[in-house]
């Protein structure tokens, strides 16, 4: 049997756990329950949930049992991990709304069949109906509160106004690994790095009160090189959510990552076997490229799936050094500030500005991946780069170099 630690260690994906020699036999001996936490604050993922659900992958391809946990209880009052404001608390039909949506969003990632099967619980089940006195009694009389407030999710807001609302979420988030203990036998928390304390929590809280083995395992944050979350675009966060963010941005966004990050994200956010990584990533010149855009297909193919993945490589292999033929490349005096209009007169892709208008109306114009709306939108609205495809109807597609 492979030992899943093995592999988590080898690829990157541990940061800190708890018994690690106790772990580690645990996961070369049994094929355990294990669980990953995910507040539906929004009806998408976003790519800092991905190294855990890839961790999550990584376990279930070794036999181990994956436990999808959703918050539609702890999401009504919201993390304050690595936040210095308070998280806007949402209803229960948008909660509803939310883990329905991420449901779907799972099964590209892990199988909902077979002896170890994931499943999918809600913790609202248990959470929205809990006795307050009870629960104080049963779970409350475990923590310390001169302890927890030395726990780092609870630092940045505890200068800023800590709210009860928020100091409750711990308690929630280790009542959450009891419940699953109890109810599947789990053994093992996974998250994020900033979620330390409250994953400790959880296996504390199953060690002191049922004086039974419970195991924490924590996966590095994905960061850029100046120690920045890595995810964010000119339009916000990257969805996995093709509406969101789509499936060519999303490949774009990885074909242009650092390249002193692409061996990571080889490593943390693909199934492409280590040795051809190593391979891969062993140029420091432009041979790098090759990387990347492996590195961008994988990805996009694992969220996306297999067709979305090859448009979007054709689309970026056509905008940027593709065939000529098929995709001309015509330099604009133009910046942002230009109205769309002009930049189809420009490209030569209208003979006039009334064309234009007509052509934006008809809604036979894109820029990139993005339809033209409005027609007396800027290039802005659409674009900050200073190179983009131009589609005008199915036909006409022309790489728009800025000067």
Known sequence: MVNAFDILKER???????????????????????????????????IGHYIPIMAMAHMQKCGHKPIVLVGGGTGMIGDPSGRSDLRSMLTKEQVEHNVASIKKQM????????????????????????NYIEFLRDVGVYFSVNKMLTAECFKIRYEKGLTFLEFNYMLMQAYDFLMLYKKFGCLLEMGGNDQWSNILAGADLIRRKERKDAFAITCPLLLNSDGTKMGKTAKGALWLSAERTTPYEFYQYFRNVEDVKTEECLRLLTFVPLDEIKELTRYNDERMNVAKERLAYEVTKLVHGEEAAEKARAQARAAFGGNAEDMPAVNINADGNTPVTDILVLAGACTSKSEARRLIEGGGV????????NVTDALSAYTTANEFVLHKGKKFHVRVILG
């Open 12 to 46: 990157g994906y541990v940061g800190q756990t708890v018994y690690e020699e106790d772990l580690y036999k645990v996961l070369g001996s049994e094929k355990i329950p294990f669980y990953v936490g995910f507040d539906p604050t929004a009806d998408s993922l976003h």
């Open 107 to 130: 099964e590209r990632f892990l199988s909902f069949e077979g002896e170890n099967a994931a499943v999918i619980v809600n913790n609202a089940d248990w959470l929205l109906g809990l």
């Open 366 to 373: 894109k820029i990139d991946e993005s339809k033209v709306s």
